[in-house]
C-alpha cells in the first residue's frame, strides 16, 4: 500500500540555518515517482522536483538539495541558508502506476517550516 | 507563464446551500485532478480525469459530490447540499497526457478555492 511519512510536523529555524525535511515512503511497485511541493500561505503548491525510482543521484538546485535513498525508502529535502520566504508547508509526495493506466498520487501530511529573521 | 485557474479563491455558504467551484487546467493537458486539503493536512484526491473520462473517483462522496469534464478542458466540482465538514481547501491540478507506458507527469497545482461552511 502506498504510504508517505512526514514525521517533521514544524520546524523553527533562524535565517542562514540549514533544515532538512524529512521524508519516509512505502510502495510495493518498483516503478515510482517521488516529489517535494512548496505551499506558502497564499495555499497554491508549487512543485520543486521530481525523482523516478531508478534514478537515486541527488540532486542539487541552488540552496535546494534532495537526497534519495531507497535502501530506506527516504527521499530527504535539505535547504541550505535558509531565508525568510522559505517559510511555507512543505508537502512530500509519491506517485504509483495505476493498473487502469495513469498514476496515482498520495500526499504526506507536510511539514510547517518557519524561518525567522 | 501557462497556470491552472480557479474561481472562486474563496467561498463562504450556509450548510445544505450548493456550491460550485470551476477549474480550468494548463492548456493542452488531458489529466486533471481535484484534491481536497482540509487545514493540517496534506490533499487527498476526489476524483482524477483523463480527458473527459473519469480514471478515479473512489474517494468522491458521491451522495453529496459531482465532477464533470464533458469537453474535456475545464472542469466543474459541486457539492449540493454542503456540509460543515466541507469546509477545506478545494485544489485542481493539471498534467499532460503521458506520452509513453511507464512515464508519468509533474502536477501542476491551482491557487484553490477556500471553502468555509456556516
Known amino acids: 500500500a502506498q504510504k508517505v511519512t512526514q514525521a517533521q510536523t514544524e520546524i523553527s529555524v533562524v535565517e542562514k540555518e540549514d533544515v532538512t525535511l524529512d521524508c519516509v515512503y512505502e510502495?510495493?511497485?518498483?516503478?515510482?515517482?517521488l516529489f517535494w511541493y512548496k505551499q506558502p500561505p497564499s495555499g497554491e503548491l508549487v512543485f520543486l522536483i521530481r525523482r523516478n525510482s531508478f534514478d537515486e543521484q541527488n540532486e542539487i538546485s541552488g540552496r535546494y538539495s534532495w537526497n534519495f535513498q531507497k535502501s530506506t525508502s527516504s527521499f530527504n529535502f535539505t535547504i541550505t541558508a535558509s531565508q525568510v520566504v522559505d517559510s511555507a508547508v512543505y508537502f512530500c509526495a509519491l506517485s504509483e502506476p495505476r493498473n487502469t493506466g495513469g498514476f496515482k498520487t498520495i500526499f504526506g501530511a507536510g511539514t510547517r517550516l518557519f524561518v525567522k529573521a | 507563464e501557462a497556470e491552472v485557474a480557479q474561481s472562486p479563491r474563496y467561498k463562504i455558504t450556509e450548510k445544505s446551500q450548493a456550491v460550485a467551484f470551476w477549474c480550468d487546467p494548463i492548456?493542452?493537458?488531458?489529466?486533471l485532478y481535484w484534491y481536497r486539503q482540509i487545514l493540517g493536512q496534506g490533499p487527498e484526491l476526489l476524483v482524477q480525469f483523463q480527458d473527459e473520462s473519469v480514471v478515479d473517483d473512489s474517494q468522491l462522496p458521491k451522495d453529496r459530490f459531482s465532477a464533470e469534464r464533458l469537453k474535456g478542458v475545464d472542469s466543474t466540482l459541486k457539492i449540493q447540499p454542503a456540509e460543515l465538514g466541507d469546509s477545506a481547501m478545494y485544489l485542481c491540478?493539471?498534467?499532460?497526457?503521458?506520452?509513453?507506458?511507464?512515464?508519468?507527469?509533474?502536477?501542476?497545482f491551482g491557487p484553490g478555492t477556500r471553502l468555509t461552511v456556516l
Open positions: 510502495t510495493r511497485d518498483t516503478t515510482y515517482y
Open positions: 492548456s493542452g493537458h488531458a489529466t
Open positions: 491540478a493539471s498534467s499532460p497526457l503521458p506520452r509513453a507506458k511507464g512515464a508519468t507527469d509533474t502536477q501542476y
